[in-house]
């Protein structure tokens, strides 16, 4: 059975940084791209940023191009997201997600975390 836990969010200010971290079990991560995704108050959920299975390349959307670094270490099943700079617009309930798909089908992902919300506020 995969599970995938999350870990990190909570309140920042403004200009802070994001860590999160997220740690599967009952998959080989080398067999598994694995995503972030969003979803802020009143909106749809989005994709943040995805990682192939080597971790050799990632794929995100073009309106967050830069803004976000993604990892993995695939010998301890975990994924990595961080952000600097933080800003109010990146407030939102953060997923990572994993799947047997390559990135640039992230949106059909079967497997997802539990979500961590991120407050960005002063």
């Known amino acids: 059975q995969v599970q995938l836990v999350q870990y990190g969010g909570g309140s920042v200010q403004p200009g802070g940084s994001l860590r999160l971290a997220c740690t599967a079990s009952?998959?080989?991560?080398?067999?598994?791209?694995m995503g972030w995704f969003r979803q802020p108050p009143g909106k749809a959920r989005e994709g943040v940023i995805c990682?192939?299975?080597?971790?050799?390349?990632?794929y995100y959307i073009d309106s967050l191009k830069g803004r976000f670094t993604v990892s993995r270490d695939n010998a301890n099943n975990t994924l990595l997201l961080q952000r600097d700079s933080l800003e109010p617009e990146d407030t939102a309930i953060y997923y990572c997600?994993?799947?047997?798909?390559?990135?640039?089908?992230?949106?059909?992902?079967?497997?997802w975390g539990q979500g961590t919300e991120v407050t960005v506020s002063s």
């Open positions: 997600a994993a799947d047997r798909l390559p990135c640039t089908m992230w949106s059909y992902f079967a497997y």
């Open positions: 009952g998959l080989s991560s080398d067999d598994f791209s």
């Open positions: 990682i192939s299975q080597s971790g050799e390349t990632t």
